[in-house]
């Protein structure tokens, strides 16, 4: 096999690169999220773990929903 057929071949099947789709996230659950929390407060996790917890469970829109709906109510 010579070099170019190896470059036609890389160059038929895209480089080698392949397209992985974007898995959509369940809606945060709060009452998941005081579940890690919780965890930690007892020595059960370590705080990476509590952190990675944290943050693939959706605390990130929680607070971003907490905020916007306490902007309207702020005197």
């Known amino acids: 096999m010579s070099t170019g057929d190896r ?7 895209g480089g080698g690169r392949v397209s992985i789709p974007v898995m959509e996230r369940p809606p945060t659950d ?3 999220i005081l579940e890690f929390w919780m965890e930690w407060e007892r020595g059960d ?11 693939n469970g959706g605390l990130r829109e929680l607070i971003e929903a907490a905020v916007a709906a306490n902007v309207g109510t702020e005197s």
């Open 7 to 13: 470059r036609d071949r890389e160059n038929d099947s």
């Open 30 to 32: 709060p009452a998941k």
């Open 45 to 55: 996790t370590t705080p990476g773990t509590v952190l990675k917890n944290l943050k």
